[in-house]
């Protein structure tokens, strides 16, 4: 099966710091990975598309300068969250696309951010 | 402007009944539609899946129906069990030529359910 995982599980961070979330497809390439902020009780926010080689496209009202995305590899994507604030605190997740057609997602286990 | 509701946050049943979870949508461009179960902490997880073209889609104790005059699906569990308790996301997707499948998802119905 298709498997993603997510690195760190779990974060805290002083404010004003930047964090790296890592977002790894094992078993497949992703040219594409999603990335996506859940408040609580509240649906899965769509934040940005990592396009492997290029650049990331973002949803409207996400800063690119604060959510920086880079999708170096076919396996990896990288949100890095700067100059973090404690309004950024969320869970983030991210998902991949193995294979064609749009049942074909697979998240990772998500990352809990808390900025203190 | 939510694409996407799921009007009841939780719901409980009794184990071995049916568990009926709803999802309406707005867009009438959506034309696939997914089911998520999550656990705390944790990534969703996909369960179930359904085109525009059908109406029902099982697989095993999991049906989804859809209705599309009422921008309506539904998900069944049958029968239910404790180590269904999750909360339970219904997404959809727009323009299955695309590159991409973003996904819009709604905001979740808890389902707990008892021994």
């Known amino acids: 099966g298709a498997v993603v995982s997510q690195h760190p599980s779990r974060v805290i961070c002083k404010s004003g710091t930047s964090v790296k979330i890592e977002c790894r497809s094992l078993?497949?390439?992703?040219?594409?990975m999603f990335w996506y902020r859940q408040f609580p009780k509240k649906s899965l926010m769509l934040m940005a598309t990592s396009n492997e080689g290029s650049k990331a496209t973002y949803e409207q009202g996400v800063e690119k300068d604060k959510f920086l995305i880079n999708h170096a590899s076919l396996t990896l994507s990288t949100l890095t969250v700067t100059s973090a604030h404690p309004e950024d605190s969320s869970f983030y997740i991210c998902?991949?696309?193995?294979?064609?057609?749009?049942?074909?997602?697979?998240f990772g286990s998500g990352t809990r951010l808390t900025v203190v | 402007d939510q694409q996407v509701k799921q009007n009841s946050p939780s719901l409980s049943v009794q184990e071995g009944r049916i568990s009926i979870l709803n999802c309406d949508y707005t867009?009438?461009?959506?034309?696939?539609f997914l089911w998520y179960k999550k656990y705390p902490a944790e990534g969703p997880t996909f369960l179930i899946s359904?085109?525009?073209?059908?109406d029902k889609n099982e697989d095993g104790r999991f049906t989804v129906f859809l209705n599309k005059s009422a921008k309506h699906l539904s998900l069944h569990i049958v029968p239910s069990q404790p180590g269904d308790s999750a909360v339970y996301f219904c997404a959809a997707s727009a323009g299955s030529g695309g590159s991409n499948y973003k996904l819009t998802f709604g905001k979740g119905t808890l389902l707990t359910v008892n021994p």
């Open positions: 078993d497949f390439q992703a040219t594409t």
């Open positions: 867009n009438s461009m959506f034309d696939y």
């Open positions: 998902s991949a696309r193995k294979g064609q057609g749009v049942g074909g997602y697979t």
């Open positions: 359904i085109s525009s073209i059908k």
